[in-house]
């Protein structure tokens, strides 16, 4: 079983910069992917970015150049840094891990910490 707790949520201006961090505890495979997925009021969830184990990286278009995605394996953490913030990204933010490798992962969820970009 895996935990994963979120953190650093909050309010910023427009332009603005936040640090998210999740921190997963228990049974956590050496193969793995962490990333996190945001959802909007009234939106779907949507990916946002994810790194694996080894350090590759995707990133949904509409935040590259303003967020950068980064791990401490030895910590177990996944940070999200988030930088020139705009309105649009307000929303939800969920850390997820996909525990294992591709043929056989499982799938976990943080409960979430809130965004919010204003004007």
């Known amino acids: 079983q895996v935990q994963l707790v979120e953190s650093g949520g909050g309010l910023v201006q427009a332009g603005g910069s936040l640090r998210l961090s999740c921190v997963a505890s228990g049974s956590i495979f050496a193969i793995n992917t962490m990333g996190w997925y945001r959802q909007a009021p009234g939106k779907q969830r949507e990916l946002v970015t994810t790194m694996t184990s080894g350090g590759s990286t995707n990133y949904v278009d509409s935040v590259k150049g303003r967020f950068s995605i980064s791990r401490d394996n030895a910590k177990n953490t996944v940070y999200l840094q988030m930088n020139s913030l705009k309105p649009e990204d307000t929303a939800v933010y969920y850390c997820?891990?996909?525990?294992?490798?591709?043929?056989?992962?499982?799938?976990?969820w943080g409960q979430g910490t809130q965004v919010t970009v204003s004007s």
């Open positions: 997820n891990i996909k525990n294992g490798p591709m043929s056989d992962w499982y799938e976990y």
